[in-house]
């Protein structure tokens, strides 16, 4: 894993995955890749199909933001993004900024959530080298996995370069589980199949030195099977849900001056969502929940650098939301705007032996709605700030803290779903605190190059938005109610040996415990206890070794034992579990084509495991990609 | 994703009753001489999707529990009862457990908890979803999701006739010559308000009897009066009690504002009313008055009363309390003045719905 320098130098925490050899991972998506990051927690249903979302430090996935290409993704209807969507086909690297961007020159928006995770793909990497570019990949594998995917890049002179991906999934995944009935037969999870098709165009130009402009559009079109928990005795599962989301955005970065640069960003997405229960029992005989969202999103940032140390940054967001549904249960359905404006002021202070960060949002909120009432409006003020010390000139020991205070707005399931929705709801509040060591040497004793960051945190939530039945379980409705209190350590530690008889080794290992407790209602017997698929230890651990063209691979996780929601008894326990997976790789170079073949074998030892209760995970899978890419510079 | 109905309470006249004739059914001309209660049967429904329904039983005279009788009195079955117990009843010399998610009644005997029997609702690609039971003439008629009232032969145990009747079936109830089925509708975007009202003799619905809006519960008074709960459409149409005159069956005349129950559990003309505001209000439906705004008198809490049932012999009140739903549910012994007696938790039961004496 090829984490940056960056892991080591910033103030705030950043982990960093060069997806380029994701497979040394065995990672086939974002979400899978993202296992191997200290702090985190991939909710994870199971498939390949199986809803897959993230949870930073245990703040929840609504505290988390994601940045395409430096443009970030919208969802406010439900506020989670699915990581298992994104497959690492046109990715070429993940960073988590665990508190804000570790780059003033971002927008505002980037610096509203808790953590920030950065998605850069191939074709918005604004590369120096001018090349033409071809790649093929065919990938096939366990539950009748096969994808192909290629990509095109064309240079047309200095200034203009297009690029074309795309990629197709297919999976009938009818995975096998070992049956909870007498843990040794093995029963076939239905209705887990996936149809997908992903395709992304990109433009970059260059008009001169200090001016670039970068375009992109997005098309993803999925159709896939809901398997759902596994119900003892009834096996029926029918439910399917289709999504499409299409987006195009653009960027123009430029440097106006030596002290002074301008970022202007621009949005538009299109999401539907279409779910489908055949087998619902009312007078039409099915289900039908068909959402549309729309988002237009307008982004300036403009940098000025005072003095060579210091850096201010003023950024303004503005942004509009709209939520409808077109299906003939849409019956008074709210049809929610959302209207943000969003503006933010950081400051960098950067000397060779420490660095001082921090910022300022403000956040105006406005609702508005078609049919009924709309939730509140609201101005907030959020903040951040961090600092980062070398103590000693010639010992490469840093140490960082840093503070955040931010809130994530309810989203437009939490005011306005039908009979649960609550539009009296506040924002839900989360204050971070963290402080850390972190280590970096090149060429110590045999190795290459190593480093080493711990951090330890403490995180609140108030506020917390939950949702709770009320006199039955027909009527739930959604409550400011939880309080959480979260401390953690993570550890993340990389080496990489020194070059001997071209046999390179590296390794990288993560280590994360965290106290997530439960003190929502001191009446209550849920008080102090550990938050639901909360683990108190779990980690990751990668060994690489290369030698001449072919590469080996190990991978575990582990993770303790959790309890889904409610009293911890054994009826709530998910057991701990481990994962073991191996690849190996080989690759030719011929001409200007390189050639690369490399096999998976996911879960080597069998494990049957649960990260969500009743939604068994694969046991072992394969999975076996073929790459061909041909390069030509051009030196013009 | 979709809000599921999973609810569930109480059930309609279970006469207690040992000894298996030819046909299983209880001798309903004798008088009845009640033994004292050896003790309770809880129903915990679990969570949707737990799998985790638990069927109790608490020893009064050691005030023991046993949290997991079923799994303890047939070992071999090591996934348990299943998916949300919306239901028991016993009829005969045999339980009957509705379980809506996993679309079958398990069928045990009422002396040994020990397996009968499953009667799977599964058809096809459709869980029928069973929801209530109640047993008549030697039969149970169990409601289901699907618009059908399913006649199961309690000697052969198998579903021999399926009645149809309005939308989603909630609660049921026997009187000598007749069923009355609550069609909830509450699938369907506009709710349904009626009682399907069915002829034992032909076991064909003759009409449907207007209520109030969503009906869920039903039970009969001793003058033969039907009381029906309904949950109203969870926003400007509240919960209500209607009340149905047996001797005409044809219309109802709903009890008012003051009456915005989602509950009802009746003992002789005594109703409990519950799932609105307090832990249950006590009607008296002969009289037609109310006896107490709040059933509980010495201040006992109960957060979510979830389930009642009254013991015949001595007229305790049994409230099973489902807290924040996620929770050990609890049950509470009240005297018939509301004062508590003792109290137990269900662990690892979760959302207790039914409680059953066994003598």
């Known amino acids: ?636 | 994703m979709n809000l599921q109905k999973i609810s569930s309470a109480l059930l309609v006249s279970l006469i207690v009753i040992t000894g298996c004739k030819k046909v299983d059914v209880p001798n309903e001309i004798q008088p009845i001489v009640l033994a004292p209660a050896v003790g309770e049967y809880i129903l915990s429904e679990g969570g949707f999707g737990g799998n985790n329904t638990k069927l109790s039983f608490y020893t009064n005279n050691t005030a023991t529990l046993n949290g997991d009788l079923f799994l303890q009195q047939n070992p071999t079955i090591t996934l348990g009862l299943g998916d949300v117990g919306n239901d028991a009843i016993v009829y005969g010399s045999k339980m009957y457990i509705v379980m809506n998610g996993s679309g079958r009644v398990t069928v045990l005997s009422a002396a040994s908890a020990i397996l009968i029997k499953n009667i799977s609702f599964l058809n096809n690609t459709v869980n029928k979803q069973p929801r209530y039971a109640v047993g008549a003439r030697g039969k149970v008629y169990v409601t289901s999701y699907d618009n059908t009232v399913s006649v199961i032969d309690t000697t052969s145990l198998t579903i021999i006739k399926t009645i149809p009747v309005g939308a989603n079936p909630e609660g049921i109830a026997a009187s000598s010559n007749y069923l009355y089925v609550a069609n909830s509708g509450g699938f369907n975007t506009t709710p349904d308000s009626t009682v399907s009202l069915i002829d034992l003799n032909t076991e064909l619905e003759i009409r449907k009897i207007k209520v109030g809006v969503n009906p869920y519960k039903i039970e009969i008074n001793t003058a033969g009066n039907i009381f029906v709960s309904a949950y109203g459409n969870y926003s400007n149409i509240p919960a209500s009690i209607s009340v149905i005159n047996g001797s005409t069956n044809s219309t109802s005349t709903n009890l008012g504002s003051n009456f915005a129950y989602t509950n009802i559990r009746i003992f002789g003309d005594i109703a409990y009313l519950y799932g609105g505001t307090g832990t249950a209000k006590v009607y008296n439906t002969a009289t037609n008055t109310i006896v107490r705004n709040e059933f509980v008198t010495d201040g006992t809490a109960v957060q979510t009363p979830y389930g009642i049932n009254i013991d015949e012999q001595n007229g305790d009140v049994y409230i099973a309390d489902a807290g924040n739903f996620t929770t050990a549910g609890k049950v509470t012994c009240f005297t018939s003045a509301g004062v508590k007696k003792f109290s137990f938790s269900v662990s690892p039961g979760v959302n207790p719905n039914k409680i059953l004496f066994k003598r």
């Open chain 1, 1 to 636: 894993m090829q984490r940056k320098t960056i892991a080591v130098t910033s103030p705030l925490p950043v982990q960093i995955l060069n997806t380029l050899d994701a497979f040394k991972t065995n990672s086939n998506s974002v979400a899978d890749a993202l296992r191997h990051f200290a702090g985190v927690s991939i909710k994870d249903f199971g498939g390949i199909g199986g809803l897959k979302t993230i949870s930073v430090r245990s703040l929840g996935g609504n505290h988390t933001g994601i940045l395409y290409d430096g443009i970030p993704l919208g969802n406010a209807q439900g506020g989670l993004i699915d990581l298992g969507k994104f497959t690492l086909d046109n990715i070429y690297q993940i960073e988590l900024h665990t508190s804000g961007p570790s780059e003033i020159l971002s927008p505002a928006k980037a610096f509203s959530y808790a953590s920030l995770l950065l998605l850069k793909t191939s074709s918005g990497k604004d590369r120096g080298d001018s090349v033409n570019a071809f790649n093929f990949k065919f990938q096939t594998g366990s539950f009748g996995y096969f994808s192909p995917s290629f990509s095109i890049q064309k240079q047309f002179d200095k200034r203009l370069r297009i690029s074309f991906n795309a990629q197709y999934q297919n999976a009938v995944s009818n995975y096998p589980f070992v049956s909870y009935e007498n843990n040794a037969s093995r029963i076939d999870r239905l209705n887990s199949d996936v149809n997908s098709v992903r395709m992304e165009a990109d433009a970059g130009f260059k008009a001169n030195e200090n001016s670039t402009i970068h375009f992109k559009s997005y098309y993803n079109n999925s159709q896939r099977g809901l398997p759902g928990a596994i119900i003892f005795y009834n096996t029926i599962s029918n439910q399917r849900l289709n999504e499409k989301e299409v987006f195009v955005q653009g960027s123009w970065k430029n440097i106006l001056s030596l002290k002074s640069e301008l970022l202007i960003s621009a949005k538009y997405q299109q999401d539907k969502s279409y779910y489908l229960d055949p087998s619902y029992l009312n007078n039409f005989g099915k289900l039908e929940n068909e959402f549309h969202q729309k988002e237009i999103y307008l982004s300036g940032v403009y940098s000025h650098t005072f003095t060579t140390n210091l850096k201010f940054s003023f950024a303004s967001d503005a942004f509009k939301n709209k939520l409808t549904r077109t299906d003939i249960f849409a019956q008074n359905f709210a049809t929610p705007s959302r209207h943000s404006l969003l503006n933010n002021i950081a400051f960098q202070f950067k000397k060779r032996q420490y660095e001082f960060t921090g910022n300022l949002l403000s956040s105006i909120i406005k609702e508005s709605v078609k049919v009924g009432e709309s939730g509140n409006n609201f101005h907030r003020f959020s903040h951040g700030l961090a600092f980062s010390i070398q103590p000693f000139k010639n010992i490469p020991l840093r140490t960082r803290l840093f503070y955040k205070h931010i809130f994530r707005a309810p989203t437009f399931n939490d005011l306005y779903y039908t009979n649960v929705g609550n539009l009296k709801l506040r924002p839900e509040f989360a204050d971070q605190y963290n402080i850390g060591i972190t280590y970096e040497k090149q060429q110590l004793f045999f190795f290459k190059r190593c480093w080493f960051t711990t951090d330890a945190y403490y995180n609140d939530v108030r506020d917390k938005i939950l949702a709770v039945p009320g006199q039955n379980l027909f009527q739930w409705s959604v409550q400011n109610i939880g309080k959480v209190k979260i401390k953690g350590v993570d550890v993340a530690i990389h080496t990489e040996f020194d070059k001997w008889k071209n046999i390179e080794v590296s390794s990288d290992v993560t280590y994360t415990l965290q106290e997530a407790l439960d003190i929502s209602d001191p009446t209550s017997t849920l008080y102090k206890t550990q938050l639901p698929y909360t683990p108190k230890h779990s980690g990751s651990g990668n060994v690489s070794i290369s030698y001449k063209n072919f590469g080996i691979n190990y991978n575990f996780l582990f993770s303790s034992y959790r309890y889904k929601q409610g009293n911890q008894i054994y009826e709530n326990l998910l057991q701990p579990f481990t994962t073991n997976d191996v690849s190996v790789s080989y690759f030719i170079k011929a001409n200007k084509a390189v050639y690369k073949l490399i096999f998976e074998a996911n879960n080597i030892f069998y494990n049957q495991y649960e990260i969500v209760k009743y939604y068994p995970m694969p046991l072992s899978n394969y999975r076996l990609t073929l790459n061909i890419s041909l390069k030509q510079t051009k030196i013009n």
